[in-house]
């Protein structure tokens, strides 16, 4: 079985930082490559950010580059989500998943294969 797990996610005043971390098991981690999505209720789940299997590309969503960071620990089995200068518009419930080779992109939620449960960020104005 493969399960992911998401933590970190709570409330934020806008400006302030949360630092999302999923864990992986039930897999050769270092074998996939790790996506962060979100969905805002009565929205469609967006791409947020992606890293490749050795940690040396990363991919941001235009809406967060400059302010979030994704990062992958593959001996802790465990990728993060640094996110800096929260917004309202970041609330939304995010989710990790992973995926290996594709046709499709890494913004595409097509390309993963397992997702995690989800964990809440919630910023106030």
């Known amino acids: 079985q493969v399960q992911l797990v998401e933590s970190g996610g709570g409330s934020v005043q806008a400006g302030g930082s949360l630092r999302l971390s999923c864990a992986a098991s039930g897999q050769t981690f270092s074998s996939y490559v790790m996506g962060w999505f979100r969905q805002a209720p009565g929205k469609e789940r967006d791409f947020v950010a992606a890293?490749?299997?050795?940690?040396?590309?990363?991919y941001y969503a235009d809406s967060v580059k400059g302010r979030f960071t994704i990062s992958r620990d593959n001996a802790k089995n465990t990728v993060y989500l640094e996110m800096n200068s929260l917004k309202p518009e970041d609330t939304a419930v995010y989710y990790c998943a992973i995926g290996g080779a594709s046709a499709y992109g890494y913004y595409n939620s097509r390309r993963y294969n397992y997702w995690g449960q989800g964990t809440q960020v919630t910023v106030s104005s």
């Open positions: 890293i490749s299997r050795s940690g040396g590309s990363t």
